[in-house]
């Protein structure tokens, strides 16, 4: 049994099993088909995992399958069981909204990401590195401010946002305003933790060289804190996403994702809140990948990074 | 090991002599948050009206984001509080709703607007901004722009917000108009400080686009079912007792929400102005208290398949109120 034949096997199946589906009547035929198939499918995901060339080749193929896989099973579910709509659409229904809906999906995206999450993440990440050099060279700094940053991180989003609403009024300035509260802390606890990574050792170095503050800092203590500032930036790049949804539950002007999601629930169109979230999660998605390739660019000395490059 | 054995029967015995008077459970999913627009259901419970018809009646408050006909389609509740447009919608969407009592017979839905914002009349909408309750309340607003004729996406027509829980934006100029109730939002703004005389009032009653409000709705399946229905029967009776009850009793029945109330947020001042308010509302049906009258049910249909853009239902419904309910309870 060689990939190939599986894979037009899992295929075929599919293709029966919806097309059983779309003519209704042939119920019991339905089941056993929709089992083969994605039995079929476990068989090639477990030649293709073993076979290391066609991993080195293929390695996306094992996810692409799987996800797949999850779709087929979700839709021969809710359609054979006819599940209520409101409860949970068919993917093929969430496609349609999708498709139907692009025009006011990508308004709602525009509205939440280039506007409230670009900012947002860039205000409250660049004021936490500029925050932290500062802590960084002053120690009443570092005793005075850092509780108040603890204090800061513990605060609910869910108490801020309306709050937020009322100092920068309904449009995108007060989701940055959430944003920048919640992705501050995280940033500033690791751009300091990264400030710390080099040993003694290096900074006499730097010293006998006669290096300044801004040359250590440049030329050492930035690069080797370099891991720590981009895990927290990957962190916030989701934390940032999450935030400007919840704190469109607030006022907001009428676009937006978070607004999409808590308006079109309630009017009973769950496949547009699905659509919603489907755009939300590869936009999550992209935003952290293009986080983390700038990072393997710029710490490609570190050891994490070098199997990579073979 | 004798007494054990007798003490377990007596156990069991006492066990089955409760069971036996068990109250039958109903739960009810208010539209918003504890406050007097409720007091029927709260002075039935704390009077004991729903005990004394056998039920063991669980009240849940809602809030802003709280859509009720959503609870009672994932099973989260019985009976109803809710407005007949979002009722109306949601049975479009296949759920069945049907009311079977409509308690408010008059809208208590305004527009209220700042006259400093140079709005005189609705034809100075197009380019204000307009705050907007969502989560289903959205419907009797977006008939109205339709009627008129306003795009609700800025631009030329209407800039529309999504108001949250206070009446800030139009406090802080956020707003030119908000949305009130009679009883409830409209106090807030005077309670803010801003004046009667500095405010201009769109009731949707004089705009002919009122739309019946605060109704009792169920499942269309606990209506075919004798058991269910006459549990329903026994809470519509008990309730519309409560309502009579806080009708006639407005400064009690406002004592007896604040009790209930577990937030503390509503203060008696509010409450009682808010009582008075509701008993306008309910008036007097010479049919009872809770009688859906068909011709404005008829209204409420016409006006929301009125729009001409964006209609809120597009078919007319069948099947989506009962007086068999109503009838029962008599």
Redesign the interface.
Known sequence: MTPLILAGATAAGAIASLAVLSAKGAGLLLWPLAVATLGAAWLLMTRLSNDRQADARFGWSVPAIFGLSLLFAWEVVTRGFDI????LPAPSLIGAALLAQAAILFADFQQTVLKSVIAGYLLGNGSAFIIALLVDRSPFLQRGLLPLGNLVSAIPIVGIA?IM??WF??DWPSKAAVIVVMTFFPMLISTLAGLQATDRMQRDLMTSYGASYGQTLLALRLPAAAPMIFNALKLNSTLALIGAIVAE??????VGMG?RI??E?????VDVVWATIAVASVIGSAFYGTITLIERRMTFWHPSFRKARG | MKSLLVSSALVLAAGIATGASAQDKLTLQLKWVTQAQFAGYYVAKDKGFYKEAGLDVTIKAGGP?I?P??VI??GGADVIVDWMP?AL??RE???DLVNIAQVFQKSGMMLTCRKDSGVTAPKDFPGKTLGVW???N?YPFLAWMDKLGYA??GGSGV????????V??IL?K?AACISTMTYNEYWQVIDGGLKDSDLLVFKYEDQGVATLEDGLYTLGKHVKDPAMAAKLAKFVKASMKGWDWAAANSDAAAGIVLDNDASGAQTEKHQKRMMGEIAKLIGSNPKGTGYLDPAAYDRTVAVLMGGKSAPVITKKPEGAWTHEIFDKAK
């Open positions: 209520p709509r409101v409860l309306p609403v009322m009024g309904f539950f607030f006022g907001t002007p009428i607004f808590s308006t629930v309630a009017r009973m169109n | 984001d859509n006909s959503q389609a994932g979002s919608a949601t969407k296949g759920v969502f989560g289903g959205e609700t996406t800039t529309v917000l999504k108001q949250g829980f206070n800030d934006p802080q956020q």
